[in-house]
Every structure is written in C-alpha cells, then in structure tokens.
C-alpha cells in the first residue's frame, strides 16, 4: 500500500520550467515503480514518464523527450519531474502513480495514483 501526493504545478508561460514532486507514504518505496501521467479534459491519460523500481531504468514519453526529465530518490521517497521549455500542449493535471513491482508505462497498470496537480501554460 501507498499513498501520494504530487506538488509543484502552477501557471507558466511559453519556454519556462515547473518541478513537480511525488512523495510517496509506504515502508517499501523501493519496490514501487513511480510514473507521471497527464490528462486534459475530455482526454484518455497519457503517458509520460516513469522510474522503475529496480536497474536504474527510466523511461521519457517522446512528446517530452529532450524537454523533461525525471529522477527518484529512495531515501527521501520522492520521484521529480523536471520540465522544461514547456509548450502550450504541455498543459493538463499531472498525476503520480505508483505501480508494485512494476514495469508498465499504460495508466491501467498502475494501482496507486494521487489527486493530481495542475500545469497550464500560457502567454
């Protein structure tokens, strides 16, 4: 079992950079893959990264590559999305999800997922 709770959205415009954070409640964080998805209303999930529990795997949506990157921590149970030159198409609620054991990249095999945090970008 786990609990999340994502952090760092708000409004930018065009070319600028968010970090969002996911901290993760649960004694077994290393055995949790951690993935970032967004969704616009209207919209199926999308993809967009995720850190693997295990072998340092890591894995960019190519609708972001070059421009986000992310990264877990263990020991303070926390995955980063960093985002740049962000684009108006960028915008959505980004959600952290967590998956056991996991090695999937579609929304349905994650398990554990936050309330979301919103990224609009705009001029």
């Known amino acids: 079992q786990v609990q999340l709770v994502e952090s760092g959205g708000g409004s930018v415009q065009p070319g600028g950079s968010l970090r969002l954070s996911c901290v993760a409640t649960?004694?077994?964080?290393?055995?949790?893959?951690i993935a970032w998805f967004r969704q616009t209303p209207g919209e199926e999930r999308e993809f967009v990264a995720a850190?693997?529990?295990?072998?340092?795997?890591?894995r960019i949506a190519d609708s972001v590559m070059g421009r986000f990157t992310i990264s877990r921590d263990n020991a303070k149970n926390t995955v980063v999305l960093q985002m740049n030159s962000l684009r108006s198409e960028d915008t959505a609620v980004y959600y952290c999800?967590?998956?056991?054991?996991?090695?999937?990249?579609?929304?349905?095999?994650?398990?554990?997922w936050g309330l979301g945090t919103q990224v609009t970008v705009s001029s």
């Open positions: 850190a693997f529990w295990t072998g340092d795997l890591t």
């Open positions: 649960t004694s077994t964080f290393n055995r949790y893959s």
């Open positions: 999800a967590a998956a056991l054991e996991g090695y999937g990249i579609h929304f349905k095999l994650y398990d554990y």
